[in-house]
Every structure is written in structure tokens, then in C-alpha cells.
């Protein structure tokens, strides 16, 4: 069964350092998204990217994060200088359809620990 | 600004009971209503969705949607241990691209 793959699984990087977070979305999917998940709190969208543009962004998606498809089968978030609040789980998603139109795959998810 | 409500639970139920989640949301406008299983440290995974008045099943489960009271649940029959997790509500978006969740309710089934 096909299913979003995401790496790494775990990031430990030092606070103000740039992050790549990578995801390889379901293959005949048009739509990605990034959440975000601080642990013991809920599931928060950041962004929406389709047809290489942003479709939609949350108010924590801000001028330090950024999405980029660089290829025909990657999707990436950067985040450019982190902070100790940008700890958290970070999972993919992708669908055929927009989101409130067909159900969204989830990938793994990374663990990313800012020190 | 859109809100999903839950009750965090735990709830706990024996095993070959019914289990029964609950989910408001804040938008009338909403039309697409998931329910997502997550296991510890896991990522959702999508357990039904609905989007019309009325239940929808799907084996054990039956998603259950009434728009004029802005009420989502979810009923798991002859539940398992193994269905113990938390259940995440989520509604779409206004650009109907972003799913807004809930904070989940917690489910244990002992055996």
C-alpha cells in the first residue's frame, strides 16, 4: 500500500541553526501539507502547497519556516533559524483531493528536538 | 477561528463494548468531518470520514454527523484492546485545504 515516507525520523540540531525536513508524499497525490505536533498538544496545520504554490498557511507557518517541492517526488519544510518552541513532531501529509474533499495520508512523522 | 472541541477522556470501556467519541466544532460552514486514530508517539491514520447528515459505517465504526447541532461522533462496536488510542476530530478549513483537529479523546479498552 502506498503511504508518505518522511526523514529523518529524529533531528537534534542547536537553537538558531536551519532545519530541512524532508517527505516524499504518496505518489499520484497533488496535495502536501506540514503539521505540527508539540508533545501533548494537538495537531496543527502549517501549510498547504499545490501546483508548486502555497495553497493556504496557518499563523505559525511565518517568515522562518518555508516549503519547497525541489523535485518531482520531494517535499521539503525548512525551517531557517530555530528556536526552543519549534520542538515538536512534524508530519506530512498528502492527498488527491483538497483536504476537505478527500481524506489526507499521513506520513511518520520527525521528531525534531531544538536545543 | 475555527474550533473542534472534545473531552479528553480517558475513556474506558471492557472490551466487546461500545465506545462512544464526541466532537463539536464551532463553524457551521465546516462540510468535511475526519476521525483519525493515534497510537503513542504515532502518527494519525485515518479512520472514516463524512461529510452528509446521518451515520456512516464502515465494520465497527459509524461516524455519526448532525450539522444542525455541529455534532461529530464516532462509535466503535465490539471494541478491542487494541482499539485503545486516542481519537482525533478534525474539520476542514475555510480554504477547505487545512484540517483543524481537536485535542483527541483517549480510549482504553481492557480486556
Known amino acids: 500500500e502506498p503511504e508518505v515516507t518522511q526523514t529523518p525520523s529524529h533531528q537534534v540540531t542547536q537553537m538558531g541553526q536551519e532545519v530541512i525536513l524532508r517527505c516524499v508524499p504518496i505518489s499520484n497525490h497533488l496535495y502536501f501539507y506540514w503539521y505540527r505536533q508539540i508533545l501533548g498538544q494537538k495537531v496543527e496545520f502549517l501549510v498547504s502547497f499545490y501546483n508548486n504554490e502555497i495553497s493556504e498557511k496557518s499563523e505559525i507557518f511565518d517568515d522562518q519556516f518555508s516549503v519547497e517541492r525541489p523535485d518531482g517526488s520531494n517535499f521539503t519544510l525548512k525551517i531557517r533559524s530555530t528556536k526552543l518552541e519549534d520542538s515538536a513532531m512534524y508530519f506530512c501529509?498528502?492527498?488527491?483531493?483538497?483536504?476537505?474533499?478527500?481524506?489526507?495520508?499521513f506520513g511518520p512523522g520527525t521528531r525534531l528536538t531544538v536545543l | 477561528q475555527k474550533e473542534v472541541e472534545q473531552n479528553s477522556g480517558p475513556l474506558s470501556v471492557p472490551e466487546g463494548a461500545i465506545a462512544s467519541l464526541n466532537c463539536t466544532y464551532s463553524d457551521r460552514g465546516s462540510q468535511s468531518f475526519f476521525w483519525y486514530r493515534q497510537y503513542s508517539g504515532k502518527s494519525p491514520e485515518l479512520i472514516m470520514f463524512?461529510?452528509?447528515?446521518g451515520d456512516k459505517e464502515d465494520g465497527r465504526f459509524t461516524a455519526q454527523l448532525n450539522k444542525a447541532s455541529q455534532y461529530v461522533s464516532l462509535l466503535i462496536r465490539d471494541s478491542q484492546p487494541s482499539d485503545s488510542a486516542t481519537y482525533l476530530c478534525?474539520?476542514?478549513?475555510?480554504?477547505?485545504?487545512?484540517?483543524?483537529f481537536g485535542k483527541g479523546t483517549t480510549l482504553s479498552v481492557s480486556s
Open positions: 501529509a498528502s492527498s488527491e483531493e483538497p483536504a476537505g474533499y478527500n481524506e489526507q495520508f
Open positions: 478534525a474539520v476542514n478549513g475555510q480554504a477547505g485545504t487545512a484540517l483543524i
Open positions: 463524512i461529510y452528509s447528515n
